[in-house]
């Protein structure tokens, strides 16, 4: 199993473009989520997934999309980038039904947007 | 609301001496604890959890934790650092539902020689 699969590792973007980060995990599981880390803020939840077709706001979501059309993928999208957007983006997935089931992350993007 | 606070956001310690970092919560409901830790360049993994039951947790790499409901606290120590310990650890709270957690600032290890 490769886990929880994030491309691309690095990212510099311009003000006002748009990309989208890549997240793919193979172990199966119904629940993903994406978080930011930011230097004395631990992470925070964006978006989240609890499977295929239904996606949910976290704390942070604004300025980011996401869609889950199958259960391995979870992309998310930056629609037009801002500076407050340079971060370390973490993809996550675990198994459903219990929420204290571990999270499993993946390496991460670190993203800058000038 | 549920939050978390770590104090230190930086600890030092000499290899062979005690670990102990610090994570305080404030939660509602009965909370559900996690401690994370995340080497450079790396994503997190997790280092122990507390649910329900047994209150002193044991974890990976001989670290643990123990849930102390009265003073709302879930410290992380270990008996002797060692330098592979040089990481930065997450303290975490799950409030309820789904893959909703609440993470503290982190507190980055140093381990000397």
């Known amino acids: 199993n490769a886990g929880v699969t994030q491309t691309p590792k690095f990212q510099v973007l311009k003000t006002g473009q748009s990309m989208t980060l890549q997240c793919a995990q193979d172990?199966?599981?119904?629940?993903m989520s994406w978080y930011r880390q930011d230097p004395g803020m631990g992470l925070r939840l964006i978006h989240y997934?609890?499977?295929?077709?239904?996606?949910d706001q976290g704390e942070v979501p604004n300025g980011y999309n996401v869609s889950r059309s199958t259960t391995e993928d979870f992309p998310l999208r930056l629609l037009s980038a801002a500076p407050s957007q340079t971060s370390v983006y973490f993809c996550a997935s675990n198994t459903g039904g219990q929420h204290y089931n571990e999270q499993f992350f993946g390496p991460g993007t670190r993203l800058t947007v000038l | 609301a549920q939050s978390v606070t770590q104090l230190g956001s930086h600890v030092s310690v000499s290899e062979g001496a005690l670990v102990l970092l610090r994570c305080n919560y404030s939660s509602s409901v009965p909370p559900y604890l996690f401690w994370y830790v995340q080497y450079p360049n790396q994503g997190l993994q997790l280092l122990l959890k507390y649910t329900t039951g047994a209150t002193l947790v044991k974890g990976i790499n001989g670290f643990e934790a123990e849930f102390k409901k009265s003073e709302t606290s879930f410290h992380l120590t270990k008996p002797s650092a060692h330098m592979s310990d040089a990481a930065e650890y997450f303290c975490?709270?799950?409030?309820?539902?789904?893959?909703?957690?609440?993470f503290g600032a982190g507190t980055r290890l140093a381990v000397h020689p």
């Open positions: 172990m199966n599981h119904e629940y």
């Open positions: 997934s609890v499977g295929a077709g239904i996606t």
């Open positions: 975490a709270v799950s409030p309820g539902g789904y893959n909703k957690l609440i």
